[in-house]
C-alpha cells in the first residue's frame, strides 16, 4: 500500500481493470494481475471482454498486462505489453518460459493480428 500511495501522490494513474481514451487517439487499457498480489488483495481481475466496450472499436486498443495470459484472450485489442515472463533473468528459468508462454520475450505477431511485446525483466 505504501508503494501505491507513493505513485498516486506522484499524479500517475494506475489502471486497474480500467480503459481511457487518451488525446481522442487510443485506448489504454491496465489490467489487474493475473494471480491477485499487493494491493489487489483477493480481487480478482475482470475478463478483458468486460473492459473493452464496443464504442472503443473505431481507436486503437493498448493494453498493459503484467502477466501474459493466453494470446486468444487478447482479440479485442491492437497492441499488448506485458512483462511477466522474466525471460534471461536467471538461467535455466528462460528453457521453462519458452515452454510455458507462447511468447516469452520479444515481439510477435499473432495470427489474429495482435502486436505482442514481452520485456524480459530486470535481470541480474
Known amino acids: 500500500m505504501q508503494m501505491l500511495s507513493f505513485i498516486q501522490e506522484a499524479g500517475i494513474e494506475i ?37 473493452v466496450a464496443p464504442e472503443m472499436t473505431s481507436y486503437p486498443g493498448i493494453l498493459t498486462d503484467h502477466q501474459l495470459s493466453p494470446l486468444s484472450d487478447y482479440q ?5 505489453l506485458s512483462r511477466h515472463t522474466h525471460h534471461g533473468q536467471l538461467f535455466p528459468f528462460n528453457l521453462v518460459t519458452k515452454a510455458f508462454y ?23
Not at 507462447?102 to 541480474?124: C, K, P, R
Open 76 to 80: 479485442d485489442v491492437d497492441l499488448i
Open 15 to 51: 489502471l486497474s481493470d480500467e480503459a481511457i481514451l487518451l488525446d481522442e487517439a487510443f485506448y489504454l487499457i491496465g489490467r489487474k494481475d493475473l494471480s491477485p498480489i499487493g494491493y489487489q488483495g483477493t480481487m480478482l481481475r475482470a475478463d478483458l471482454s468486460a473492459l
Open 102 to 124: 507462447e511468447i516469452d520475450y520479444g515481439h510477435l505477431q499473432a495470427a489474429s493480428g495482435e502486436q505482442i511485446i514481452v520485456s524480459s525483466g530486470v535481470g541480474t
